[in-house]
């Protein structure tokens, strides 16, 4: 399961940033996870339900921001919404797509909690 080591890798990623500033627990944790990431969000809530147990982590909010997807269009020389890679320009119906946006994914804010 893919969102599986997603979720410990940003449990490891907490961890290590709650330990560097001696923090005991962590209140919130926000992510970006864009619409192009290739995520399974409810797989990876309960991944990170699980690999945060035992951990700083265990009790922290998780906020997720999905930035939708965009594409640059060679053909009609736009940036485009997309949605799912592999579907055509909305505006000119070409296929020739680069991604340009919404394939994010990071830890973007921690709050920490008592250190």
């Given at each position: 399961?893919?969102e599986m080591?997603?979720?410990?890798s940003?449990?490891?990623i907490?961890?290590?940033?709650?330990?560097?500033?001696?923090?005991?627990?962590?209140?919130?944790v926000k992510l970006?996870?864009?619409?192009l990431?290739?995520?399974e969000?409810?797989?990876?809530?309960?991944?990170?339900k699980i690999a945060?147990?035992?951990?700083?982590?265990?009790?922290?909010?998780?906020?997720?921001?999905?930035?939708?997807?965009?594409a640059w269009?060679?053909k009609?020389q736009?940036?485009?919404?997309?949605?799912r890679r592999?579907e055509?320009c909305?505006?000119?119906g070409?296929?020739?797509?680069?991604?340009?946006?919404?394939?994010?994914?990071?830890?973007?804010?921690?709050?920490?909690?008592?250190?």
């Open positions: 399961m893919h080591s997603l979720a410990q940003i449990v490891e907490v961890e290590n940033t709650a330990q560097q500033n001696q923090a005991s627990s962590v209140a919130a970006i996870i864009g619409e990431a290739g995520v969000m409810h797989a990876l809530m309960q991944g990170l945060s147990q035992g951990t700083v982590m265990q009790e922290a909010k998780i906020e997720i921001e999905r930035p939708g997807g965009t269009c060679l009609c736009k940036t485009v919404p997309i949605h592999g055509p909305p505006v000119c070409s296929y020739q797509l680069s991604v340009n946006g919404g394939d994010d994914f990071r830890v973007s804010e921690l709050e920490l909690g008592d250190s």
